[in-house]
């Protein structure tokens, strides 16, 4: 009775869980990376943009889950599988030795602080490697795993009436955001002491001893997922399909008008999107001082309004052309970041808690963005390729973000903002230099708005794309897709990588300020 009465909730938890593993990393990347080791900020967003490359190998998971059944089953076993390495690295993470932090920290209960001007570990910085590898093959798996029930819940979405189709989609994103407000809420608590740029003295937890928690995360939501899926009930009466006609049948669809367009928009607001100032990180730490509890109530808000702007888009915006609502929102996020972001650069108000007003309301209208994008997939993607054709839309949206960062990193590079000693100084031509590269940023992401005509404006139209599709095909164009996919994945993997190793991080073509020393 039991068994029965929770059959078919596994995606709410597994979702729910995913909240853990994402705020661990992306907690600990802030806190453990940028306060702790005092990684430089290109080397900060190239561990992201790594991250992001995993995130693209979706595309590659897809094939083989649609594919290739194990036990009669296409996606359980897969994410039973990736949970498990997320257990086994999570472990690992725990078990290695902590490194002494970069600055000098004074633990003693009458004057508990860090001194920034007193380094204690000069080679904190090289201590991300093991990290940096561990953290991709965690966010490897979990691509892995969110394919998989990315697909079923696609599958799950199409068999809902039309006039309700979405409900099942915002369920889950509001679980995903309530989730992710608590666990976010938890990693800024335990990670508020003073070596992690925090406040607390005593109270808190190391970095390794979190990765403990996250590890014990894994295995409940491991026994949680094979108790409770209904694979068999949504997935057992579709055929499977070989992983050669998988591929034919993909390929066709590849080379259709409409499937080409959508590709082509997620290539443009990612690439553009991508773009991002690497003087960011170093701004929230240096110059407004942000403490991981700020950062961490932040993101707790996120999701919050993130939660409450999904009831709000599934009861009055289902309807809603697609195009504008895209071109509105885009334009209220960007110009609500210049409003805060300016003010910081230029010390006319520095404060960590206006720093982050702005992520908190254009938070709530990126959800609708994101939430948006995905209603496209749902609505277009042909029978048979669900987990394939969403995953490939994602796995290009990803490498071409990673591609845009890794351009943003060198474009910026010649702008010299990667050095402490700029922010130290806060000169007005430190300012300077710092507000280009956002203006730079500023300007690509108001940019994406050029290209909503790609997208269909409502379902109707996505429906119309989806069996009008297959009369045209576009073999050119596809190959020159795929190239693009192939050879960008390549690039920014390289450049990433470049900042992870010592001798090749200062290179100006991997974002730092090049490795000839200054006179």
């Not at 809603?320 to 650069?345: H, P, Y």
């Not at 000693?421 to 300012?431: H, I, T």
Request: proline share 4%; with cysteine; glycine share 6%.
């Amino acid at each position: 009775m039991l068994f029965a009465k929770f059959r078919g909730t596994s995606p709410y938890v597994i979702y729910a869980f995913q909240g853990l593993f994402f705020k661990f990393i992306y907690a600990s990347l802030y806190a453990f990376f940028g306060q702790y080791l005092n990684v430089d900020g290109h080397q900060y967003l190239s561990v992201s943009n790594l991250l992001r490359n995993a995130w693209s190998m979706k595309m590659f998971f897809s094939f083989v889950s649609d594919s290739i059944p194990i036990c009669g089953l296409r996606r359980l076993p897969y994410v039973a599988v990736s949970l498990c390495i997320i257990f086994a690295s999570c472990l690992t993470m725990f078990l290695l030795p902590m490194p002494d932090p970069y600055f000098e920290v004074n633990f003693a209960p009458n004057n508990c602080s860090r001194d920034l001007d007193q380094i204690q570990n000069p080679a904190a910085p090289n201590s991300a490697l093991p990290y940096s590898i561990l953290f991709i093959i965690v966010y490897t798996c979990m691509a892995w795993g969110d394919c998989c029930i990315d697909a079923l819940l696609t599958q799950m979405s199409m068999l809902e009436p039309d006039h309700k189709r979405g409900r099942l989609l915002t369920g889950i994103k509001i679980d995903q955001n309530l989730s992710s407000a608590c666990f976010a809420l938890v990693f800024a608590l335990f990670y508020n002491r003073v070596d992690y740029g925090g406040t607390f003295c005593s109270v808190g937890l190391d970095f390794n001893q979190m990765a403990l928690i996250v590890a014990i995360g894994a295995v409940i939501t491991l026994l949680y997922s094979l108790l409770f899926t209904n694979e068999r009930d949504v997935d057992g009466k579709e055929k499977v399909i070989s992983l050669r006609d998988n591929l034919r049948n993909f390929w066709k669809l590849l080379q259709t008008t409409h499937f080409l367009k959508l590709i082509s928009f997620r290539v443009f607001i990612s690439l553009l999107f991508g773009i991002s100032s690497p003087a960011r990180s170093k701004v929230e730490t240096r110059w407004v001082k942000v403490e991981p509890l700020t950062k961490g109530f932040q993101s707790v808000g996120i999701n919050l309004l993130s939660a409450f702007g999904m009831l709000i888009f599934r009861r009055f915006f289902m309807q809603v052309n697609w195009r504008s609502l895209i071109r509105t929102l885009t334009t209220i996020e960007v110009f609500l970041r210049i409003s805060t972001e300016v003010l910081a650069i230029f010390n006319v108000f520095r404060n960590q808690y206006f720093w982050y007003a702005d992520d908190l309301v254009s938070g709530f209208f990126h959800t609708w963005l994101f939430f948006t994008n995905s209603l496209v997939v749902i609505e277009y993607a042909p029978s048979n390729l669900e987990g394939t054709s969403f995953a490939f839309l994602w796995s290009v949206s990803a490498i071409s973000s990673s591609v845009g960062t890794a351009f943003g990193n060198f474009l910026m590079s010649f702008f010299d903002v990667v050095d402490d000693q700029r922010y130290f100084r806060d000169s007005s031509a430190d300012r300077w230099a710092v507000f280009a590269t956002f203006c730079i940023e500023y300007c690509c992401a108001l940019s994406t708005i050029a290209f909503v005509f790609l997208l269909p404006t409502q379902k109707p139209m996505a429906k119309e794309w989806r069996e009008k599709g297959e009369k045209s095909a576009h073999f050119r164009l596809a190959m020159s897709l795929l190239a693009f996919v192939a050879v960008g994945f390549v690039f920014s993997l390289v450049l990433s990588g470049f900042t992870l190793f010592e001798p090749t991080r200062c290179l100006v073509i991997a974002g730092g300020p090049g490795c000839t020393p200054h006179i």
